[in-house]
């Protein structure tokens, strides 16, 4: 008898399991999908706070859905070599992280591992980038990278420094230009903040990519790097690092060279407009003495900027379409219109979307006023050749400063390392 109710208490389990297994599958809310990114827009970063709130309020609005955590990759060269080596291993870096795109970077395009944003963009949102901008990052028909940050690479000039040394107006000619620095000297004040540490010698190599542009016109970079403009821009920048700089820009890094000027130990500088929404450049008592410019013209080509796409966002490819709409959702969201006008605002960083955000703080419309003026830009050198020919100029920069080597040596090296 026992027997009996217990077999037939095993055969309602049976029948019973089912139907409640099922129920739970039906009833069971779906997975929160979360999001790695990789961001390099975090620390002292002036994008940092506007990027962490905008994240809060997309994870807000999509609690229990999706969820996007960011990754803190405060040293941006440091992170490219972690892209570069993690793509080589077969493993994309996160589910979002971005590139500097160039030459190098491009080459990415040829990973399985990133998503193909021309596969999974519609009208509406590709319309609501900079068509140029999409242009320059589509490679063989593959939008494997969003143009997110653009900027232009002015001259920064502190004229309070200028005015101390007798220097009332920018100087419009090269020869004005060492002349006024000559006066900085005179009066105690370092004229510029250079380097040739880091990956990049950022700050020379921006002063390097005037010179040549204007020695060899826009498309200076086609020609082979032993040219003449490239040689007297190596001469023009070894005089500005040998004479008119610190006495440690040889070996300097990103940091110290922009130490240097937001200390006011010397009055001229170069850098992005990200730069201007430091808070810490804000807090100098010179900061609303600085006028934003180019260089005066070295050669024949004039009224010219300095640009590049700072930024593109690259995303891992994934096979689980919710994970891959969460992807483009979440960027969506990243680069409309509302979210882009807070960062711009915030940080004085320009985009390649289209937007109608004007600044109004006075360094950051002066961003929107030179590149407005500039009858035509052309690419700094690392945005032209790539990140390993940029590499060779960073490190055979401090050879040349230091005499080791001639500006036509100098050339000549860096010219080996452009693959035709």
């Known amino acids: 008898m026992k027997k009996s109710r217990l077999l037939a208490a095993l055969l309602m389990l049976c029948l019973l399991f089912p139907l409640v297994a099922q129920g739970q599958v039906e009833s069971a809310p779906a997975k929160e999908i979360e999001l790695r990114w990789a961001s390099i827009w975090v620390g002292n970063d002036s994008k940092a706070p506007a990027v962490e709130a ?60 990133l998503m193909d944003f021309a596969k999974v963009m519609d009208t509406t949102w590709k319309q609501t980038f900079d068509a140029g901008s999409i242009e320059q990052s589509t490679v063989d028909g593959m939008l494997k990278s969003l143009p997110m940050e653009t900027a232009i690479l002015p001259i920064w000039y502190n004229m309070d420094a200028f005015k101390k040394a007798g220097v009332t107006e920018l100087p419009t000619t090269l020869e004005g230009m060492f002349a ?67 006495s440690d820009a040889v070996g300097l890094g990103a940091g110290g060279s922009g130490g240097h000027f937001l200390a006011g130990r010397t009055a001229v500088f170069s850098n992005g407009p990200w730069y201007a929404g430091r808070a810490d450049l804000a807090a100098t008592p010179f900061f609303s003495s600085i006028k934003i410019a180019g260089l005066p013209a070295a050669g ?42 807070k960062i711009a605002e915030t940080s004085g960083a320009m985009f390649a979307l289209k937007t109608g955000y004007r600044p109004v703080k006075d360094l950051q419309k002066q961003f929107y006023d030179v590149a407005s003026a500039a009858k035509t830009t052309a690419f700094d050198l690392e945005a032209a050749l790539g990140a390993e020919v940029t590499l060779e100029f960073a490190q055979q920069l401090g050879a040349l400063a230091l005499g080791r080597i001639t500006a036509e040596e100098f050339c000549a090296l860096i010219d080996r390392k452009i693959e035709r």
């Open 180 to 246: 006024a620095f000559d006066m900085l000297k005179a009066a105690g004040i370092t004229p510029a903040s250079q380097m040739t540490g880091d990956t990049n010698a950022w700050t020379s190599m921006i002063w390097f990519s005037h010179f040549a542009v204007s020695l060899g016109g826009t498309n200076v970079w086609d020609k082979p790097f032993t040219d003449a403009a490239f040689v007297e821009a190596a001469k023009l920048t070894k005089r500005v690092i040998t004479e008119y700089s610190t």
């Open 54 to 113: 905008l994240v809060a309020e997309y994870n807000a609005k999509n609690a229990g859905k999706v969820k996007v955590v960011i990754e803190p990759q405060p040293d941006y060269n440091a992170y490219e070599q972690k892209v570069r080596t993690s793509l080589a291993a077969g493993q994309a870096p996160a589910d979002i992280f971005t590139i500097k795109f160039n030459p190098t970077t491009a080459t990415f395009y040829q990973s399985n591992l």
């Open 300 to 341: 024949s080509t004039k009224d010219f900027m300095i640009s590049r796409l700072q930024a593109n966002i690259c995303a891992a490819a994934s096979k689980d379409k919710a994970r891959e709409a969460a992807i483009v959702d979440f960027l969506k969201f990243l680069t409309s219109e509302p979210s882009i006008s």
